[in-house]
C-alpha cells in the first residue's frame, strides 16, 4: 500500500508570494491533517479534514486555509509568505476521525523556504 | 490549553544501555497518548499508542511506554538500545472527545544517539 504522498517536496518562494501544497492520502483514508515542523516551535497542528470538511483548526493566521477533495486528496495553501514560514509542512492520514484513536501517517513533508 | 513536555533535549548511549525517555502531558480530561519516531531521512513513523485499558503498552521494536495517570505521565522504555534506535522521538497527546478529532500536540522531541 502506497504511503502519504507529498508534492512538491521542496520549494523556494519570496515574502509576499502565496503557495499550494498537495498531499494524497493513503488508500481508504478518510482524514488529513496538516502539521508544520520549525526548529524552534516543532511540530504544531495546522488543520484537520475529514469529509471535505475542516473539523479542526490550530492556532494560525487566516494566511493559512486548507481543502480537501471528494476523494480525500487534501491542499493546502498560504497567502502572503513571511520569513517566519520557511518550515517543514507535514501532510498527515488516518482511516478516520472521531475520538482521535485512529493513528496518524505521515508523509514526507514539503520544505518550504521563503526568501 | 494542552501542552506535552519532553524532558530529554539529547540523550546519548552506548548499544545495550537502558533507555527511558520522559513525557508529561498537561490536560484533565481522558487523553490519547502517542510515541513517534523519525529515523534520520524517514518520515514520522508510530511507535506505539494508548487509548484506554492497560497503563503498560508495547510498540514495535521492543518499545514500551507506561502511562501513569497520576503523575500525567507516559515515559518511554527499552531495555537495550541498538545503533538502529538512533532517531528522533516525539510524544504527543490528543484529547479524547468526539470533537478532537486526531488532532495531536507534540513534545519539542528528544533526539537519541546511540553509539556502537
Known amino acids: 500500500k502506497a504511503g502519504v504522498t507529498q508534492t512538491p517536496r521542496y520549494l523556494i518562494k519570496t515574502r509576499g508570494q502565496q503557495v499550494t501544497l498537495s498531499c494524497s492520502p493513503i488508500?481508504?483514508?478518510?482524514?488529513v491533517s496538516w502539521y508544520q515542523q520549525t526548529p524552534g516551535q516543532g511540530l504544531q497542528f495546522l488543520f484537520e479534514?475529514?469529509?471535505?470538511?475542516q473539523r479542526n483548526k490550530g492556532n494560525f493566521p487566516g494566511r493559512f486555509s486548507g481543502r480537501q477533495f471528494s476523494n480525500s486528496r487534501s491542499e493546502m495553501n498560504v497567502s502572503t509568505l513571511e520569513l517566519g514560514d520557511s518550515a517543514l509542512y507535514l501532510c498527515?492520514?488516518?482511516?478516520?476521525w472521531g475520538q482521535g484513536n485512529s493513528p496518524l501517517h505521515f508523509g514526507n513533508g514539503t520544505r518550504l523556504t521563503v526568501t | 490549553a494542552q501542552s506535552v513536555s519532553q524532558h530529554n533535549h539529547h540523550v546519548i548511549l552506548s548499544e545495550a544501555a537502558s533507555l527511558e525517555l520522559g513525557c508529561n502531558y498537561s490536560?484533565?480530561?481522558?487523553?490519547?497518548l502517542f510515541w513517534y519516531v523519525q529515523y534520520p531521512g524517514q518520515h514520522l513513523q508510530l511507535l506505539l499508542k494508548?487509548?484506554?485499558?492497560?497503563?503498560l503498552v508495547k510498540g514495535i521494536k521492543g518499545f514500551e511506554a507506561e502511562f501513569i495517570k497520576s503523575k500525567f505521565s507516559f515515559n518511554l522504555r527499552k531495555p537495550s538500545v541498538q545503533w538502529s534506535d538512533t532517531a528522533e522521538y516525539f510524544c504527543?497527546?490528543?484529547?479524547?472527545?468526539?470533537?478532537?478529532?486526531?488532532?495531536?500536540?507534540f513534545g519539542k522531541g528528544t533526539t537519541l544517539s546511540v553509539s556502537s
Open positions: 498527515a492520514s488516518s482511516l478516520d
Open positions: 479534514y475529514f469529509s471535505e470538511t
Open positions: 488508500s481508504g483514508h478518510r482524514s
Open positions: 490536560y484533565g480530561g481522558t487523553v490519547n
Open positions: 494508548y487509548f484506554s485499558g492497560d497503563p
Open positions: 504527543a497527546v490528543n484529547a479524547g472527545t468526539n470533537q478532537a478529532g486526531t488532532a495531536l500536540i
